[in-house]
């Protein structure tokens, strides 16, 4: 799988981390977390896709990530690579990490 893809029932485990920022640090917590991505949370095993949203009003980054199983969500998780960024994000803003389930999804 190349691309997100959201549905009830999958076997991918959704990990959602919600980052309070001060809007002048939204930027730079957005290259953190994509650096993150590029350099170590693309080549861990079990990735399926990140994706990061910004609010418009700037307080908010989220990092919506897909993995193969709640094991690759940890592993990854402790990461001393994946832990060096988390550091980072973490010296600019307040994160609300959480693995989910998906319950629902409807389309048009």
């Known amino acids: ?44 095993p079990g ?7 910004a609010s418009a009003d700037g307080s908010r980054v989220v ?10 969500i940890k592993a990854t998780a402790s990461d001393p690579e994946a832990q060096a960024y988390a550091k980072k994000a973490a010296e600019i803003a307040k994160a609300q990490p959480q693995p989910y389930k998906v319950v629902s999804v409807y389309h048009a």
Do not use: Y
């Open 47 to 53: 990735f399926v896709s990140v994706n990061i949203l």
């Open 1 to 44: 799988m190349g691309e997100t893809v959201i549905r009830v029932d999958d076997r991918i485990a959704t990990f959602i981390n919600v980052f309070d920022v001060d809007p002048s640090q939204q930027q730079e917590l957005i290259a953190i977390l994509n650096e993150g991505t590029e350099k170590v949370i693309r080549h861990r």
């Open 63 to 72: 990092n919506l990530a897909q993995w193969r199983s709640v094991d690759d």
